[in-house]
Antibody, heavy 120, light 106 residues
Framework: EVQLVESGGGLVQPGGSLRLSCAAS????????MDWVRQAPGKGLEWVGR??????????EYAESVKGRFTISRDDSKNSLYLQMNSLKTDDTAVYYC???????????WGQGTLVTVSS | IQLTQSPSFLSASVGDRVTITCRAS??????LAWYQQKPGKAPKLLIY???TLQSGVPSRFSGSGSGTEFTLTVSSLQPEDFASYYC?????????FGGGTKVEIK
């Protein structure tokens, strides 16, 4: 059974940093691209970014809204995905989902999400 | 690529046929997916490639379209289908979602 479990959310002040983690199990993590998607309270879904797999040099893509502030990384030896968030703004307040990308490049498995609140 | 969903809100009864539209700001071939999200839960992939049903999804759900106009249809709405629905394109980066359609009980 595919499982994605996020952790690391919490309350942080504007301008601060936070690192989210996602523990994956039930599939060959190293084969898959992985995404982060977020959802502000009461709002729609917003794609944050993607890391490709080793075969594609672990390259990354980001939404314009987070480019230069957020960094996605992965550790295939630990079946883990990370999201380093710097220079946080109040607009970054959201539930952050770790998502598996399938072979057709759609988002087929989602974690339960972790809440990040940016507030003074 | 901007995805515009309509309507944003839909009130319907059990047994109704429901259609949601997603329009793309430029052509995306058939690189479109639909997701269902229930309150407090993560989204669930329903349809990909505009019309292919994800494994385990009931056949009352169907998708169609290509290019810039797409539809999600529920042939006979069931109580468990009251949720929010989102379209998503994977034609080009950045990946983008539509604004969502909330389907509520009339």
């Amino acid at each position: 059974e595919v499982q994605l479990v996020e952790s690391g959310g919490g309350l942080v002040q504007p301008g601060g940093s936070l690192r989210l983690s996602c523990a994956a199990s039930g599939f060959t993590f190293s084969d898959h691209y992985m995404d982060w998607v977020r959802q502000a309270p009461g709002k729609g879904l917003e794609w944050v970014g993607r890391t490709r797999n080793k075969a594609n040099s672990y390259t990354t893509e980001y939404a314009e809204s987070v480019k230069g502030r957020f960094t996605i990384s992965r550790d295939d030896s630990k079946n883990s995905l990370y999201l380093q968030m710097n220079s946080l703004k109040t607009d970054d307040t959201a539930v952050y989902y770790c998502v598996r990308v399938d072979t057709n490049f759609y988002l087929d498995y989602w974690g339960q999400g972790t809440l990040v609140t940016v507030s003074s | 690529i901007q995805l515009t969903q309509s309507p944003s809100f839909l009130s319907a009864s059990v047994g109704d046929r429901v259609t949601i539209t997603c329009r793309a700001s430029q052509g995306i071939s058939s690189y479109l997916a639909w997701y269902q999200q229930k309150p407090g839960k993560a989204p669930k992939l329903l349809i990909y490639g505009a019309s292919t049903l994800q494994s385990g999804v009931p056949s009352r759900f169907s998708g169609s379209g290509s290019g810039t106009e797409f539809t999600l249809t529920v042939s006979s709405l069931q109580p468990e289908d009251f949720a929010s629905y989102y379209c998503q394109q994977r034609n080009s980066y950045p990946v983008s979602f539509g604004g969502g359609t909330k389907v509520e009980i009339k």
